[in-house]
């Protein structure tokens, strides 16, 4: 009999998935798992995570929650597809090598174009080279291969826009200068949009684990400030929080000492859980919702699958600036958390053009 007090085992049927595919290349060490969302758009698209999960149970919620997370992302971008994302368990440091990438790519070629991988979390633009040579259902390669690159360029230069448009939507003017950001995580994105920051002449402070990162950026950016973790970036007087590591970050703990009006960061998953967002409400903070702002990575990588262009890669993420703005409009006329208004508006779009799925054509 199942321990009650024991929480439920993850579900792809309870997640409404269409597909989950457990992947296993037991001489390359590979273990994986890729799922699909929803294809009502378009073939899913997503990058692939590599990460030292603590159990196999942890991969299939991680890697349920960023594929459905996806199918709303790539829908409020406007883009025509799915949404699907694909997890690696094992430390990238020590079980990456060329043969378990293929063996992966043969696993992605095994779906035909049901689902296109990119870049994630301990992946890189090299990788997806690598996985490209057993599977032809790959963007973010590097620019020598013809691909997009590095992702987190856009996304990072979408979340900029974001803020942007909190800023007009919450002080009347789109201008950062001047205001205290705090940036959590200064990795691929976050030292990026560090960038955008400093050069608009924001009061910047940041924070990272993995020092060498934090004193790259002190080095390049000397106005810059660090503290020590997270928990003291947000009890820092901050006009916006830009959480931009792993998800979770906004808890119960965390929204009650966060001093920040605004929270617009690139990280996925933010809200640890349902309730969350209300209690942003409650606090007077307004929240960009992840997926509506990070936005910039997958549509540089979708732009790939038409032969890779940068500036009209960049162009297309311009638009996270009036699609944030319509969002945090919306919640205000409505009443409602910025995330459900971000929710119903990508579901209003799958629903609308995924019925036109429906009238066939030959």
Known sequence: MTDPSTPPAPSAFG??????????????GLKAIIAIYSTALGPALGGTRFYPY??????LTDVLN??????????LAGLDLGGGKAVIIGDPRTLKTEALLRAYGRFVQSLNGRYFTACDVGTFSPDMDLI???CEFVTGRTVEHGGAGDSSVLTAFGVYQGMRASAQHLW????????????AGVGKVGRHLVGHLVDEGADVVITDPYEPAVAALAATYPSITA??????LIREPLDVYAPCALGGALNDDSVEVLTAQVV???ANNQ????????????RGITYAPDYCVNAGGVIQVADELEGFDFDRAKMRATSIYDTTLGVLEHAQAEGISPSLAADRMAEKRMRDVGRLRQVYLP
């Not at 640890?272 to 409650?282: C, P, S």
């Open 227 to 232: 503290v020590a973790d997270t928990d003291a």
């Open 172 to 183: 009347g003017d789109t201008s950062l200068a001047g205001r205290r950001i705090g940036v």
């Open 271 to 282: 809200l640890a859980h349902d309730g969350i967002e209300k209690r942003l409400q409650e």
């Open 264 to 266: 617009c960061g690139a």
């Open 66 to 75: 960023l594929s459905q997370g996806m199918a709303y992302k790539n829908a």
């Open 54 to 59: 603590a159990s196999e149970a942890a991969a």
């Open 132 to 134: 490209a040579r057993e």
């Open 15 to 28: 997640s409404h998935h269409e597909q989950v595919v457990f992947c296993h290349d037991e001489a390359t």
